[in-house]
């Protein structure tokens, strides 16, 4: 051990230094300096992931298969009725009006695939376009939008922990083209009085490209607001948004990790 070392150490037995908690080290990329959804909040860099696959990505013998191109049996409207979404060509389709859909069955910490495409015909702007969205546990968005020469605040973009962290960088394909998000969820625990013992963390891949590294969010995602976590069950649906615009699903699967 170097004397620096010792030296630092010496200071941190006296008290003299302070102590970073994990959490905080966690959340270097804490959105505390960006209020939700600031318009001056730098855009990250644009990559080009390289050309979208020819077919659906292969499915893992242990997976749980939620929709492989033929019906909507393993969703319903959150209110329990039935998915109101269309099914074609192999994709179920957002039926603008109909409501989100969830899974009938609930979940916690999961390898989640799916595969996305915004309407190949361009139809407004910013959060108007193209706009989804996929909520872990119901309430924990990666944001599904248009972000192809698209401009909209930094943290509510494609990929996007909607309203708290942007994408590190915007790997979007063209609107039409299939796109994929692999994310590895974590979710929260919470402590028998309900307070919370470990923030929910997020990895995702956005079409193979890194864009969110173990990142620790504050809270469950919202529009124009950051609330606290409140504690929930520890498995819960996972919902796609209808916000208006028919974007098209295919191949999506996980795999438990809980
Ligand atoms: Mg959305």
Same mark, same amino acid.
């Given at each position: 051990?170097?004397?620096?070392? !010792? ?9 003299? !230094? ?16 960006? #209020?939700? +959804? $600031? ?13 979208? @696959? ?5 499915? @893992? ?16 409207? @959150? ?26 069955? #609930? ?5 989640? +695939? ?51 962290? @942007?994408? !590190? ?42 864009? +969110? ?18 504690? +929930? $069950? ?25």
């Amino acid at each position: 051990m170097t004397s620096v070392r !010792l030296f630092f150490l010496a200071l941190l037995a006296l008290g003299l !230094l302070p102590m970073t908690s994990p959490v905080a080290a966690q959340n270097e990329r804490a959105p505390v300096y960006w #209020d939700v +959804h $600031a318009p001056d909040r730098p855009t990250p860099p644009v990559v080009n992931p390289g050309p979208a @696959p020819s077919a659906p990505a292969p499915v @893992p013998e242990d997976a749980v298969v939620l929709f492989d191109g033929t019906d909507l049996s393993a969703w319903e409207h @959150p209110d329990g009725s039935p998915a109101g979404w269309s099914v074609q060509d192999g994709a179920m389709v957002v039926e603008p009006g109909a409501g989100s859909i969830q899974t009938k069955e #609930d979940f916690g910490s999961v390898q989640l +695939h799916v595969e996305w495409a915004a309407p190949a015909e361009v139809e407004g702007d910013g959060q108007n376009r193209g706009n989804s969205g996929v909520f872990l546990m119901g309430a924990y968005e990666v944001q599904v939008l248009d972000s192809y020469q698209n401009e909209t605040y930094a943290d509510g973009q494609a990929a996007a922990i909607y309203g708290q962290y @942007p994408p !590190l960088v915007n790997a979007t394909r063209p609107p039409g083209e299939w796109q994929t998000y692999d994310i590895i969820f974590h979710r929260p625990h919470f402590g028998a009085d309900g307070s919370l013992v470990k923030p929910a963390r997020m990895t995702v891949y956005h079409n193979g490209v890194l864009v +969110h590294d173990h990142t620790t969010l504050t809270g469950p995602t919202a529009h124009q607001d950051r609330p606290p976590y409140e504690a +929930h $069950a520890r498995a819960l649906p996972l919902r796609l948004q209808d916000h208006g615009a028919p974007v098209r699903f295919r191949n999506i699967w996980l795999r438990r990790l809980d």
